[in-house]
Nanobody, 126 residues
Framework: QVQLVESGGGLVQPGGSLRLSCAAS????????VGWFRQAPGKEREGVSC????????DYADSVKGRFTISRDNAKNTVHLQMNSLKPEDTAVYYCAALPSHFPMPHFAPKAYDYWGQGTQVTVSS
């Protein structure tokens, strides 16, 4: 069964950090770029960060540049999103998704992504 499972979300105070993980099963991430998206209540899903299949290319939304870092460990079939200096406006459900590697990078169009996780809630509040 093809599956992406996110973990690591939670409640954190402004200025704090969280590390999200995205674990794939039923397929290998080696042949996929991976993106992180988020969706806040009443807002559209937006791309946060993406990483190419070979880790050679990464990209970030302007709102998170300098604060978030995406990385991947293909040996463990896992992608991580380190989030530092969190702000209340980062509050959202965060999703990881897999994009076939023939697509050019960076790529933040959700419709192109084949597989999606169920999401993990991140709440930044004092």
């Amino acid at each position: 069964q093809v599956q992406l499972v996110e973990s690591g979300g939670g409640l954190v105070q402004p200025g704090g950090s969280l590390r999200l993980s995205c674990a794939a099963s039923g397929f290998t991430l080696d042949y996929y770029h991976v993106g992180w998206f988020r969706q806040a209540p009443g807002k559209e899903r937006e791309g946060v960060s993406c990483i190419s299949s070979t880790s050679g290319t990464t990209d970030y939304a302007d709102s998170v540049k300098g604060r978030f870092t995406i990385s991947r460990d293909n040996a463990k079939n896992t992608v991580h999103l380190q989030m530092n200096s969190l702000k209340p406006e980062d509050t959202a459900v965060y999703y990881c998704a897999a994009l076939p590697s023939h697509f050019p990078m960076p790529h933040f169009a959700p419709k192109a992504y084949d597989y999606w996780g169920q999401g993990t809630q991140v709440t930044v509040s004092s």
